[in-house]
């Protein structure tokens, strides 16, 4: 186990830009052994292989992990999430570049590791493809688990450009596998062009709750963050957040942009609130395309601050119980 912090004890803390580059200057290992006792391991999973127009987020991982992380405790609700919580870094998964289906057996076999450790793989993306693998492995050790699916599109198409494993197709593939239950399954943020009429009666025949942008903006981002958890209810769920849902001008660097969408704000509530509702059993953060260096990448500092929120729903879930 490499801890990024140690030549900074003395002072608690270490500048966001020195020491190994690990998610939230947490403890490094990739010893399988070294996840004992952890809560959460956070999981690269570096591939863009299925992307259907902008590439670029195989680069996200390194860069959410240089993106800036203030130690300390959040001041809204008084609780940090890193001494509440064992994190540690596991490092990447083996992907293959132009192999995604090597990529996506190897993303399932690390986060394997991570759940028989009885630790949280949360997985930072790479293209939304990676969920396909990442829910695999959760609904493995879990059984079928419920989404709630931060996005701008469905991903339930059955194929894209006649492509049937996709960054478009994924959520379709889940569900029709029985790994993905559509009646515990919501979307949110909705909107744009795709898809159409096929994939939504498709939807409609599986239960599956559309909550769209313009329920967020109409309703109020805590009345349909209260929607998606009364639908999820109990039960093992996942949790995965296509960075794309928001607008793009808060997420400058992303797969498919598409204005009109979330703001940073709403969003970061809307994840903490999910995490300290649900039983969360596994989490990822995806179609980041980094667009500069450390904390001038902010989509990579948005991505971050996801994955901060949800770690901390997740603490606050755990002092309430
Ligand atoms: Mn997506």
Redesign the pocket.
Known sequence: MIDPLERWAQYGEKPDYAGPLSFGGMPLTQDPAELAGCDVAVVGAPMDDLVSDRPGARMAPRAIRAASCPAGPHLEVKVDAFAELRVVDFGDAPVIPADPETSHAAIEATLGQVLAAGAMPVTLGGD?SISEPAIRACAAVHGPVGVVHF???T?TGAEVFGVERS??TFMRRLVEAGHVEGSRYVQIGLRGYWPGEREFSWQAEHEITSLFMHDVRELGIGEVTARAIAVVGRGPVYLTV?V?VLDPAFVPGTGTPEPGGMTATDLLLAVRTVAAELELVGADV??VIPTAVGTNDYSALVAERVVRETLTGIALRRRAA
């Open positions: 939304h996005d701008t599109h991903d960054h478009g296509d794309d995806v179609e």
